[in-house]
């Protein structure tokens, strides 16, 4: 289990992203002092004003008048250019360092262990990249810089205050005690609250997208009332816990308020009190003191309204920057290989493999010997949850195997890069992902460079030409999300074209074809045997009937070889492997002559 971190490690990741864009963060700070200088500006004015213009009218007011005149003006252009110039920096600052992180973060994902990003939702990824990097923001927007000026704007709006009244800053002083007991009940009741909504709104998100992204099993079964309601059910919690992260903020600000109040309460009252004993304060000096005590008063009532909007961000902050903890996978050699394995040569020497389940470590693959020579094609066999396409996924290192070694080439495959092992390994599974792009795009997805003649090349290997050509714009067609509009076969072959582009050296096909019809089957076996031609290859698969000309069969069950030789020598053994093609041959003959 991985170590929660503290706020204090998770800011200081974010202050790293401040450091890199640090001439935004100057510029920020520049607009800002401006303003923070400016705001004391206006009670002295309005003070003066009083004093020296109200107070003593003659011929030295008017020039007084002309001076505060100016000033105003001066300090108003000031203020205005302060507010968009700290505005505008600050939201670029922010969006730049919520890009960066975005980009950090995928980039981070893309290399994360796969049996960690696995256990994922998809909509809780997309909900982490998007909306809890955005709320990092409001850590920038309304917590970094505004909080350095108010803990400025605070500490001389104190001193101001003592300069003009010492008992009455005292007394005034009284009322911030009071603050700190508001922030010290309301603040872990608005941490939780935030850390509950935050969680159940990822939630929600992955639902919604679970949902959406299976309407043709919900629609065949009749459950869309069901699953309305189900979503209805948890968007009613989403709204209550909402609505109760909205009360505990709002009554932490209404307190706030009163208590702002009560100071301007006490200024008045003490003030007075003070001038009638003969204090040496004058209406001027009287309200420069209460405009000071607003600007006292100002960050603390700040601190109250974004607590919510901050607590919210420090707890997409933790989320954010907890997924950079998890591990990556590389190779755990000190110095990989970065040349790709040169031939095909397989060996699985006593490989096991198991995962926690439960808490409990759950095997799936035990003891695996298993030799394949360079251009060998090998068949996996086996009843479901036998371990066939578990043990195809160590090849690319999608798992790695818990004990035991897998070499390619006489290498461990750890002592490569992924990147050079995996350029010479290529996957044509049951359901090839088909992306929202050309069809000369999505063959050309592992060669981005390739030429089009390449392409167009790979195609025709794969018996795809013909049907691509047939489309409105050809290899420019642009396919649906996952391949929508197209048949599976078509899926099939841009898959295929896909691998022989690649030019791998070891293929593995998974239930290549166990989803297509007879039709659609045969096309692909024509363009899989061009694919396999001189390459390794190992396949999984359930028919049996299709494996005449593999060189050798491999039979699993329950994680372990029970049986392995060529298909002619397993069917005199009579084993595991002769027993299930006799099955499926008498199935085709009882649906071929039906009663």
């Given at each position: 289990m991985r170590q929660r971190r503290s706020d204090l490690h998770y800011l200081r990741l974010l202050l790293s992203y401040v450091v890199r864009e640090k001439h935004l963060f100057l510029l920020t700070v520049f607009f800002a002092a401006i303003g923070f200088v400016v705001t004391f500006a206006f009670p002295w004015l309005v003070g003066r004003l009083i004093d020296k213009v109200f107070a003593a009218p003659g011929e030295s007011a008017s020039s007084e008048l002309l001076f505060i005149t100016i000033a105003a003006g001066i300090t108003s252009l000031l203020f205005s250019i302060s507010g968009y110039g700290r505005g505008h920096y600050n939201f670029k600052l922010g969006n730049r360092i919520a890009h960066a992180i975005r980009e950090d973060l995928y980039q981070h994902l893309q290399r994360v262990h796969y049996g960690h990003y696995a256990r994922f939702q998809p909509g809780a990824v997309t909900w982490r990249l998007m909306a809890e990097v955005h709320g990092v923001n409001g850590l920038i927007h309304s917590g970094l810089i505004l909080t350095l000026m108010d803990i400025a704007q605070l500490i001389i709006a104190y001193a101001l205050l003592l300069s003009i009244s010492t008992p009455l800053t005292i007394a005034v002083s009284c009322i911030i005690p009071l603050y700190l007991l508001v922030f010290w009940i309301f603040g872990k009741r608005v941490r939780i609250i935030s850390e509950v909504v935050n969680w159940h709104t990822r939630s929600l998100s992955g639902k919604l997208n679970e949902k959406l992204s299976s309407q043709d099993t919900i629609r065949m079964h009749c459950a869309e009332g069901r699953e309305a309601y189900d979503v209805s059910w948890a968007d009613e919690q989403q709204f209550h816990l909402i609505e109760r992260q909205s009360h505990v903020g709002h009554l932490m600000g209404a307190v706030s308020e009163f208590f702002i109040h009560l100071g301007t309460t006490i200024i008045l009252g003490y003030g007075g009190y003070?001038?009638?004993?003969?204090?040496?304060?004058?209406?001027?000096?009287?309200?420069?003191?209460?405009?000071?005590?607003?600007?006292?008063?100002?960050?603390?009532?700040?601190?109250?309204?974004?607590?919510?909007t901050v607590q919210s961000s420090l707890v997409a902050l933790r989320e954010v920057f907890s997924t950079f903890d998890l591990p990556i996978q590389d190779a755990r050699h000190p110095v990989p290989r970065v040349t790709p394995p040169h031939s095909g040569v397989i060996r699985f020497d006593t490989v096991s493999f198991s995962y926690k389940k439960g808490g409990e470590q759950e095997t799936i693959l035990k003891d695996v010997d298993i030799e394949i020579e360079d251009g060998e094609h090998v068949a996996l066999i086996g009843a479901s949850g036998s371990g066939k396409t578990t043990l195809l996924s160590l090849l690319p290192r999608l798992y790695d195997v818990t004990s035991g070694a897998l070499c390619i080439d006489g290498d461990d495959v750890k002592h490569y890069s992924l990147e050079a092992l995996r350029s010479r390994i290529a996957c044509v599974p049951q359901f090839p992902f088909i992306f929202s792009a050309s069809i000369a795009q999505n063959i050309a997805y592992g060669r981005p460079h390739a030429r089009f003649d390449e392409i167009q090349a790979?195609?025709?290997?794969?018996?795809?030409?013909?049907?691509?050509?047939?489309?409105?714009?050809?290899?420019?067609?642009?396919?649906?999300?996952?391949?929508?509009?197209?048949?599976?076969?078509?899926?099939?072959?841009?898959?295929?074209?896909?691998?022989?582009?690649?030019?791998?050296?070891?293929?593995?096909?998974?239930?290549?074809?166990?989803?297509?019809?007879?039709?659609?089957?045969?096309?692909?076996?024509?363009?899989?045997?061009?694919?396999?031609?001189?390459?390794?290859?190992?396949?999984?698969?359930?028919?049996?009937?299709?494996?005449?000309?593999v060189h050798r069969i491999i039979s699993l069950e329950r994680g372990r070889v029970v049986e392995m030789g060529q298909p002619r020598e397993l069917l005199r053994a009579e084993g595991f492997y002769s027993r299930m093609l006799n099955l499926q041959k008498r199935s085709l003959q009882e649906d071929s002559h039906p009663n």
């Open positions: 003070l001038s009638l004993k003969g204090a040496p304060l004058t209406a001027g000096q009287l309200t420069q003191f209460i405009g000071y005590v607003g600007i006292l008063y100002g960050p603390i009532k700040r601190f109250a309204d974004l607590n919510v790979a195609a025709r290997a794969a018996h795809a030409d013909e049907f691509i050509r047939s489309l409105p714009r050809g290899y420019d067609t642009v396919v649906g999300d996952r391949g929508y509009g197209l048949s599976g076969g078509q899926r099939q072959r841009i898959a295929i074209a896909r691998a022989i582009l690649n030019d791998p050296r070891i293929l593995i096909l998974d239930e290549a074809t166990s989803a297509l019809d007879p039709e659609s089957e045969r096309c692909v076996q024509d363009a899989l045997g061009a694919l396999m031609k001189g390459r390794t290859c190992l396949i999984a698969t359930h028919k049996l009937n299709t494996l005449h000309s």
